[in-house]
């Protein structure tokens, strides 16, 4: 069994910097790539960045390039989303996932789809003010 976990959502105003951290309790073990996704009120859920297992490949959506870095943890399935010079637009839930069984993250294609990963968190809700 896998579970998710976000932390660190909250409010902030346009242009400053927010920190999200994501841990995956995977009881079999192993490292697994993992993704962020969002979510903003009535819109479809998007990519916005992926890393994979072993922490060499990276990838962002084209919304959040330059602005934002994904990093794995010092702990074992654990993954940071820093996001710097935020716009009223980042508003949305930001959801991790973990992508157990599925493919391995060889291309951006792959990373950004949501039917790459097996399990995810709950969200947490990322507010940015104008």
């Known amino acids: 069994q896998v579970q998710v976990a976000e932390s660190g959502g909250g409010l902030v105003q346009a242009g400053g910097s927010l920190s999200l951290s994501c841990a995956a309790a995977?009881?079999?073990?192993?490292?697994?790539?993992m993704g962020w996704f969002r979510q903003a009120p009535g819109k479809e859920r998007e990519f916005v960045a992926a890393?994979?297992?072993?922490?060499?490949?990276?990838y962002y959506a084209d919304s959040v390039k330059g602005r934002s870095t994904i990093s794995r943890g010092n702990a074992e399935n654990t993954v940071h989303l820093q996001m710097n010079s935020l716009k009223p637009e980042d508003t949305a839930v930001y959801y991790c996932?973990?992508?157990?069984?599925?493919?391995?993250?060889?291309?951006?294609?792959?990373?950004?789809?949501?039917?790459?990963?097996?399990?995810w968190g709950r969200g947490t809700q990322v507010t940015v003010s104008s």
């Open positions: 890393i994979t297992w072993s922490g060499d490949k990276t």
């Open positions: 995977i009881r079999t073990g192993g490292r697994y790539s």
């Open positions: 996932a973990a992508a157990v069984y599925g493919p391995v993250l060889t291309e951006y294609r792959v990373a950004a789809q949501a039917r790459t990963y097996d399990y």
